[in-house]
């Protein structure tokens, strides 16, 4: 019988949330997949690596992202109080750099000597190419000529 799973727990022993998810990825790509998932259990449980990552995050990201109170849409709407989080004031300009972190951090435990991502709108790549940057981790960033094309404010 497999473990109940949640979205907060995470999947089940086959990959899914529930009804949803699973494991679709190729063959000769599942002995990495594994690999990463073991070092994700491993790093979870390690108060280092969480105390490390919640210090960059603090420091570096600038988290938590604050909260503006938005006085006027209030009292346009007259009910509910209407808070804006301000991700967009987190170090590279969005809430990539979070997950970017916490990616950089695992890939080092895990021994590894470069980073590659790939981008659509351009933000992740700069998240990621950032915390490379911070940790001195070559990095490629791939990107479609088409994406780039469209997002060249974000990229050049």
């Known amino acids: 019988m497999s473990k109940p799973n949640s979205f907060r727990s995470g999947?089940?022993?086959q990959g899914?949330?529930?009804i949803f998810g699973g494991r679709?990825?190729?063959e000769t790509l599942m002995p990495l997949i594994l690999s990463v998932e073991e070092a994700y259990e491993a790093a979870k449980a390690d108060s280092t690596f969480q105390a490390?990552?919640?210090c960059l995050l603090a420091h570096y990201a600038g988290r938590p992202s604050p909260l503006y109170f938005a006085k006027r849409l209030t009292e346009h709407f007259g009910g509910a109080k209407v808070y804006f989080k301000r991700d967009e004031l987190n170090h590279t300009g969005s809430h990539?750099?979070?997950n970017c972190l916490g990616q950089i951090l695992l890939?080092?435990?895990m021994g590894k000597t470069r980073i590659i991502a790939e981008t659509g709108a351009g933000q992740?790549?700069?998240a990621v190419a950032t915390v490379a940057a911070l940790f001195d981790f070559p990095c490629i960033i791939y990107m479609g000529a088409t994406d780039v094309e469209r997002q060249k404010p974000n990229v050049f």
């Open 107 to 109: 890939a080092k435990r």
């Open 24 to 26: 679709y990825v190729a």
């Open 11 to 13: 999947p089940d022993d």
């Open 16 to 18: 899914h949330f529930g």
């Open 52 to 54: 490390e990552l919640d």
């Open 124 to 126: 992740h790549g700069v």
């Open 96 to 98: 990539k750099i979070n």
